[in-house]
């Protein structure tokens, strides 16, 4: 049974012209980020251009590249040859990774799944070049969902970043965030005794299920059940990815289904689109009710993308007792800094599967589901979003929509930049020098509000329960935070802003900024450092903290994060113990350091 409309010829954006392009921008990536986490060592061969030599030393990749900081490599697609002897060969993905596999590590176990996942990549580049050629300009005025869905990149470090292996080509076109399809979440009843439901403070689970799918909805699953001679007294209703539901829940959980410990009730009402984070879904008939997060078990960037069902049963309590920090805190309220809440979330417990696996296994997280506050009732008059991801977009002309938002506010580029940082960077510091506390910041987890012209107001962080940590370990948190607790050796606690932040988000925005010639390199990081110097000067308080952890040392270590994918893609870092799993490769130098 399909369960995705059919196009006449569902592989029409796989043509030649498309896939050399997305092959070759494919590899301008790989040179950079492989050179960036010294997988590879470019050899200068003069005026900008660089050499890379395959394993056997046969093949050679020829190109131009200006260097900027953090060791960051500004590659030009257009340069790239590829040369065996006297003869200039096509260039081919595919081939690149298993040319260089030696130098990038990859084993025999590992090296298909990663060809897949390339494969996979250079696909959905193909797709996204047969959209509408949206400028940067007409984006930075477009709607929240239509930014949402215009990214072209995923995220800006990993090669390898749109595998989502067990997605055919008709599920791509139905559910990847680029289709921009409207989507209908699979309901189902789910007993009680196997399945649970937590809520935030003040949320009971009536009146919010009937608040998000309407009592029509509610009374007819009510009746679907009946008719069977069930009553939904004895369930409670779930939300389920499509995709999960015919590819894996209605196979993998067939007992369950059988035995109506599960219950297919069909679509619910509302349409909804995929995030950039593929398993979270937007309300497109209403946008100010909450976003839904299902599990998902497509394996996508080093991880399976499911949802455990025991870390839902505190994850509202976790989001409530965040929300609290932030409300009674002057920095955060006068940075107008927020997070969006998971305020409810349900989890279904297969007992056999729990039973015949450990806590991490992908076989626990098949069927949960949380939702999340929409940051669209928070909007005042004149303000718009938009996910910080898209500061790195750039268009097919190369212009970058950071670059249109400085043009379109008509401030100076360092005062746009400046606001901006106040408003994300300052509540990062904040959190790690107040409280011991770490987000992991990176665009796709963080929406901006801008003003109607283009300039940042404030942040609004997401993802909270399973992305923050507390480092202190003499933090009085509730029994049900204490989850967030990590133990992170000392030396490597203000790493979580220098390589989220700093490595993975501003590295890129710098380059592109200056590449463009809207910002001057050194103007990026003079600014960021004077935000980080201001807000040491305002608060004199935690001074020993400063010195202790200190923004402007000269170097700090480079975390690879391709590293972590080419060792295992599978599941990149072990859960349990996050910190002992980074691949760390030298120094870099600090580019703020200078301007202390």
């Known amino acids: 049974m399909s369960t995705v409309p059919q196009t006449t010829d569902p592989v029409a954006h796989l043509t030649p012209g498309r896939w050399a392009d997305a092959n070759r921008a494919l590899i301008r990536k790989g040179l950079a980020e492989f050179a960036h986490e010294r997988l590879l060592d470019p050899r200068a061969l003069g ?3 660089y050499e890379v030599l395959s394993d056997d030393g046969a093949t050679a990749y020829r190109f131009a590249a200006d260097r900027y900081a953090l060791d960051h490599w500004q590659v030009d697609p257009a340069s790239i040859t590829r040369h065996r002897g006297d003869d200039e060969l096509p260039l081919d993905a595919l081939l690149f990774i298993t040319e260089l596999r030696g130098a990038l590590g990859l084993s025999d176990e ?12 250079l696909a959905g580049t193909a797709y996204k070049a047969t959209k509408p050629q949206v400028s940067s300009a007409d984006l930075a005025r477009a709607g929240f969902q239509a930014i949402e869905t215009g990214m072209t990149e995923g995220h800006p470090c990993f090669v390898a970043n749109n595998g989502r292996l067990g997605f055919g080509v008709d599920e791509f076109r139905a559910y990847a965030p680029e289709a921009a399809s409207d989507i209908r979440l699979i309901w189902l009843a789910a007993r009680r005794d196997r399945a649970a439901f937590t ?9 919010f299920v009937r608040a998000e799918l309407g009592d029509a909805a509610v009374d007819g699953f009510a009746a679907t059940l009946a008719a069977r001679g069930l009553d939904l007294a004895d369930y409670l209703l779930m939300p389920a990815h499509p995709w999960q539901w015919w590819n894996k829940l209605s196979v993998t959980f067939a007992a369950e289904v059988a035995q109506e410990r599960l219950v297919y009730l069909g679509e619910g009402d509302d349409t909804y689109l995929a995030q950039q984070s593929i398993r979270t879904f937007f309300n497109t008939s209403d946008p100010a009710k909450h976003y839904v997060k ?15 069902a025991a870390y839902m049963a505190a994850t509202p309590a976790i989001n409530d007792w965040l929300h609290d920090l932030i409300e009674n805190d002057s920095v955060f309220k006068s940075a107008r800094f927020s997070i969006i809440r998971e305020r409810a979330a349900v989890g279904y417990r297969h007992l056999e599967y729990e039973a015949a696996t450990d806590r991490y296994s992908p076989y626990r997280k098949m069927l949960a589901a949380l939702w999340r506050e929409s940051p669209v009732p928070s909007l005042a008059e004149g303000e718009r979003l938009a996910t910080m991801a898209s500061l ?4 097919h002309a190369g212009a970058s929509f950071a670059g ?6 008509g401030e100076e580029p360092t005062v746009w930049l400046r606001r901006y940082l106040d408003a994300y960077l300052l509540p990062v510091l904040h959190s790690f020098y107040a409280y ?35 480092m202190d370990p003499d933090a009085v948190l509730p029994p ?3 989850r967030v607790r990590a133990e992170v050796p000392e030396d490597m606690k203000l790493l979580s802003v220098f390589t989220d932040v700093f490595d993975c988000f501003f590295r890129f925005m710098a380059a592109t900024l200056a590449a463009e010639g809207v910002l001057g390199e050194d103007d990026f990081w003079r600014t960021v450092a004077e935000c980080v110097r201001g807000y040491q000067e305002e608060h004199p308080e935690f001074a020993a903290r400063f010195e202790r952890y200190d923004m402007f040392a000269e170097t700090f270590a480079l975390s690879a994060l391709n590293r972590l994918q080419l060792r295992n893609n599978k599941q990149m870092v072990d859960l349990s113990d996050p910190s002992a799993a980074l691949q760390l490769v030298g120094d870099l130098a600090n580019p703020i350091t200078r301007f202390a």
């Not at 403070?201 to 009536?206: L, T």
């Not at 497509?298 to 949802?307: A, P, T, W, Y």
Request: glycine share 10%; aromatic share 6%; proline share 2%.
């Open 47 to 49: 005026d900008g251009r």
């Open 110 to 121: 590992i090296l298909p799944v990663y060809l897949e996942e390339i494969s996979s990549t």
């Open 199 to 207: 809520a935030g403070a003040g949320i009971d689970y009536e009146t």
């Open 294 to 308: 299902t599990a998902l078990s497509v394996l996508n960037m080093g991880f399976m993308r499911g949802l455990s």
């Open 392 to 395: 790195l977009h750039v268009d």
């Open 404 to 409: 249109a938002l400085i043009a379109e506010s």
């Open 436 to 470: 011991d506390l770490a987000f992991m910041p990176h665009g796709e987890n963080v929406i901006l509000v801008l003003d109607e012209r283009g300039g940042v107001v404030r942040a609004i962080f997401k993802d909270i329960a399973e992305e923050i940590v507390v």
């Open 480 to 482: 049900a935070v204490e």
